[in-house]
C-alpha cells in the first residue's frame, strides 16, 4: 500500500497564474480532505470531497476549488495565485464517517508563488 | 503571513530525557484530540489520539493527557530519542464533522545526542 500519494512535490508559479495539485488517497479510502500549511503553522482545513461531491469548506475564497474522481482521487485547482498562497499543501485521505476517522496525510505538494 | 506564526514555540531536551509538549484547544464541542508529529519535508504523521470522555490514554513511549476544564492537551514522551526530532501538532475534530482537523500552532522538539 502506497499510502497518500500527491503531485507534484514542488510547485513554481508567478502571480496571476493557475496550479493544479494532484492527490491519490490511501487504498480503500473514499475521502479526501485538503488542508493549507503556511511556514510555521498548522495545517488549514481548505474542502473536503466526498462520493465526488464538496462536503464541507474552511474559510478560502472561491479561487480554491476541487474535484474528486470516481477513482476517489482528488485535485485542487488555485486560480489567480497570490503571494499569499505560497505554501505547503496536504492531502488527507480517510473512510467516511461522521465521527472521529483517522486521517492519512500525504508528504504534501510545496507552492511557491512569485 | 503573521509573524507570530513563525515562531513556534521549541523544546530541547537531551537523549533519554523525557519530553512534554502543551497544547491549548478552543471548541468545547471538540471530542476527539490527536498529536501528530511532523517530520521536515513530509505530511503529518499520527501518533496517538484521545477521546473527551477519557482523561489519560498510552502508547508505545508516549502518553496523552486531556484536561477538559482548562482546554489543555499534552504529550509525554518517554526517553526521547533524536529520531523524535520533529515538529508536534495537536489537533481537534468532533463527532460529525467527518473529520475535518483544527490544528494548533506546532511544537519543535530538537533531541541532542
Known amino acids: 500500500d502506497a499510502g497518500v500519494t500527491q503531485s507534484p512535490t514542488h510547485l513554481i508559479k508567478t502571480r496571476g497564474q493557475q496550479v493544479t495539485l494532484r492527490c491519490s488517497p490511501k487504498s480503500g479510502h473514499d475521502t479526501v480532505s485538503w488542508y493549507q500549511q503556511a511556514l510555521g503553522q498548522g495545517p488549514q482545513f481548505i474542502f473536503q470531497?466526498?462520493?465526488?461531491?464538496?462536503?464541507q469548506r474552511g474559510n478560502f475564497p472561491d479561487r480554491f476549488s476541487g474535484h474528486q474522481f470516481p477513482n476517489y482521487s482528488s485535485e485542487l485547482n488555485v486560480n489567480a495565485l497570490l503571494l499569499g498562497d505560497s505554501a505547503l499543501y496536504l492531502c488527507?485521505?480517510?473512510?467516511?464517517?461522521?465521527?472521529?476517522?483517522?486521517?492519512?496525510f500525504g508528504p504534501g505538494t510545496r507552492l511557491t508563488v512569485l | 503571513g503573521e509573524s507570530v506564526g513563525l515562531h513556534l514555540p521549541t523544546l530541547s531536551v537531551q537523549e533519554g530525557d523525557n519530553s512534554i509538549i502543551n497544547c491549548a484547544y478552543s471548541n468545547s464541542a471538540s471530542d476527539y484530540f490527536i498529536w501528530y508529529k511532523q517530520e521536515s519535508g513530509k505530511g503529518p504523521q499520527f501518533i496517538i489520539d484521545?477521546?473527551?470522555?477519557?482523561d489519560k490514554r498510552q502508547g508505545q513511549r508516549v502518553t496523552v493527557l486531556l484536561n477538559k476544564t482548562v482546554k489543555h492537551l499534552s504529550l509525554q514522551i518517554a526517553a526521547t530519542q533524536p529520531g523524535d526530532s520533529a515538529v508536534y501538532f495537536c489537533a481537534e475534530t468532533r463527532t460529525g464533522s467527518y473529520g475535518k482537523l483544527t490544528f494548533g500552532q506546532g511544537t519543535i522538539l530538537t533531541v541532542h545526542p
Open positions: 470531497y466526498y462520493e465526488e461531491e464538496e462536503r
Open positions: 488527507a485521505s480517510s473512510w467516511d464517517r461522521p465521527s472521529y476517522n483517522e486521517q492519512f
Open positions: 484521545i477521546r473527551s470522555n477519557m
